[in-house]
């Protein structure tokens, strides 16, 4: 698993690349075991989905009745959407890499949305935070998450747009699969695995 140190570096790396510099590049590992070695980036994403399943489970247990809790399975089937919206969305990026005939961009954007997810998760994480000790601040929050959201497409667009250089069309194509598929899958899985608040 990477060290605090390895994933720092990554991190710098795709700050240049949001930042519009190619040197962001130098501190990416593209090769295969750097493909491999970034979903490492799911177990670094683990303490913020903690925040986030706590978080489902109160928002899940105000629509049940009051003497109802929930299980270990109950988490179970979080992390399985977890799982499901981290990797859907990266396969749907290589078909569409594939069909345009651009596969050897497929290991750039694997690798750079995986450890951007580490940043993103742990933003996200932090403002559900702000619900459970500030619960009349969900107002605000709301407002937060939805800067939060447009600031993500920016930043994913951004990386995008230096991976595939010129090819805006692609570049808007890719951060669409990126991340529509992964909201309509999560709300899918999430009222056939039973876990969606009534």
Same mark, same amino acid.
């Given at each position: ?42 177990? #670094? ?5 903690? =925040?986030?399943?706590? #978080? #489902?489970?109160?928002?899940? !247990? ?8 929930? @299980? ?10 977890? =799982?499901?919206? #981290?990797?859907?969305? %990266? ?18 954007? &694997? ?6 997810? &580490? ?7 932090? !403002? %559900? ?33 230096? =991976? ?10 890719? @951060?669409?699969? %990126? ?13 056939? !695995? ?5």
């Amino acid at each position: 698993m990477p060290g605090l140190r390895e994933v720092q570096y990554y991190l710098a790396g795709l700050w240049l690349l949001i930042r519009m510099d190619p040197r962001g590049f130098r501190f990416l590992d593209l090769s295969e075991r750097g493909v491999n070695r970034s979903f490492w980036a799911m177990v #670094w994403c683990l303490p913020p989905m903690g =925040i986030s399943w706590l #978080w #489902w489970r109160q928002a899940f !247990l105000r629509s049940m009745p009051p003497e109802a809790d929930v @299980t270990f399975a109950f988490f179970i089937r979080l992390g399985l959407v977890e =799982i499901a919206n #981290w990797i859907v969305p %990266l396969v749907f990026a290589g078909l569409l890499l594939l069909a345009f005939r651009m596969g050897e961009r497929f290991a750039p954007v &694997v690798v750079s949305v995986n450890w951007l997810g &580490v940043p993103l998760s742990y933003i996200n994480g932090l !403002l %559900l935070a702000l619900v459970f000790f500030l619960p009349g601040a969900v107002g605000l929050v709301s407002l937060l998450l939805l800067a939060f959201m447009l600031a993500q497409v920016f930043v994913l667009a951004r990386i995008l747009r230096m =991976i595939c250089h010129d090819h805006a069309l692609m570049v808007g194509a890719l @951060t669409l699969v %990126l991340l529509v598929p992964s909201m309509i899958l999560s709300e899918y899985l999430q009222h056939f !695995l039973g876990i969606y608040p009534a």
